[in-house]
């Protein structure tokens, strides 16, 4: 149980275009989702915290306006990387909780490269 | 603010040998701790937690004990494996459902044959 997926899980893309990586959790319900960023050999960096039906709550320095943030449904969020240039070349990865639990599952990762 | 500090990696192992990788928090109230692994080209996998002081976390012979009084949450395994080689991630989380999570910079274990 507790499964998350994040489709694609590679994208390349040029610089200027804009990307959509799609979070779900297959099995169970999440009122709020994670975005995180994670540079090579490097930590976690949270980006954004994504709530069903209202607006994403953004960390400080994350551009909210770049990396939009929807939280469509119970087992659905999204991040649009708009207009992305080579340093926004990441791995960005997504986390759900089920209700009143407080263990985050994570997706697999999405690898973003911009030319 | 919460912070989670790791010691500097990387770790070379031969297989058998036993693994102690260390982790110390600051935070604020009663946080749950967590390990997470991430193996070569996955996500984070939740590998063991624990939720207050004096707890002890197991899975897959990894065990960690919640240590209030030196905030620590070290991790250990008596007997390590080639399949053990991935990414570990110390992690703080504050009491609440859907409360952020505070990550470690990670330390790669690389355990040759």
């Known amino acids: 149980g507790a499964v998350v997926s994040q489709h694609p899980s590679r994208v390349i893309c040029k610089s200027g275009t804009s990307v959509k990586i799609e979070c779900r959790s297959l099995?169970?319900?999440?009122?709020?989702m994670f975005w995180y960023r994670q540079f090579p050999k490097q930590s976690l960096m949270l980006m954004a915290t994504?709530?069903?039906?209202?607006?994403?709550?953004?960390e400080q320095g994350v551009e909210k306006d770049k990396f939009l943030i929807n939280h469509a449904s119970l087992t659905l969020s999204t991040l649009t990387v708009t207009s992305a240039h080579p340093e926004d070349s990441s791995f960005y990865i997504c986390?759900?909780?089920?209700?009143?639990?407080?263990?985050?599952?994570f997706g697999p990762g999405t690898r973003l490269t911009v030319l | 603010g919460n912070s989670v500090t790791q010691m500097e990696g990387p770790v070379t192992l031969s297989e058998e040998a036993f693994l102690t990788i260390n982790c110390t928090y600051t935070?604020?109230?009663?946080?749950?701790l967590f390990w997470y692994v991430q193996y070569p080209g996955e996500g984070l996998q939740l590998l063991l937690k624990?939720?207050?002081?004096?707890d002890k976390g197991s899975n897959k012979g990894f065990e960690a004990t919640y240590r209030k009084e030196t905030t620590s949450f070290h991790l250990e395994k008596g007997s390590v494996q080639v399949s053990d080689s991935a990414v570990y991630f110390c992690?703080?989380?504050?009491?609440?459902?859907?409360?952020?999570?505070?990550f470690g910079k990670g330390i790669t274990l690389s355990v040759r044959p």
């Open positions: 624990a939720t207050k002081a004096d």
């Open positions: 935070a604020t109230g009663y946080p749950s």
């Open positions: 099995d169970f319900q999440a009122t709020t």
């Open positions: 992690a703080l989380q504050n009491t609440g459902a859907n409360s952020k999570l505070t």
């Open positions: 994504s709530n069903e039906g209202s607006k994403a709550t953004y």
């Open positions: 986390s759900a909780s089920p209700p009143i639990v407080d263990t985050q599952y």
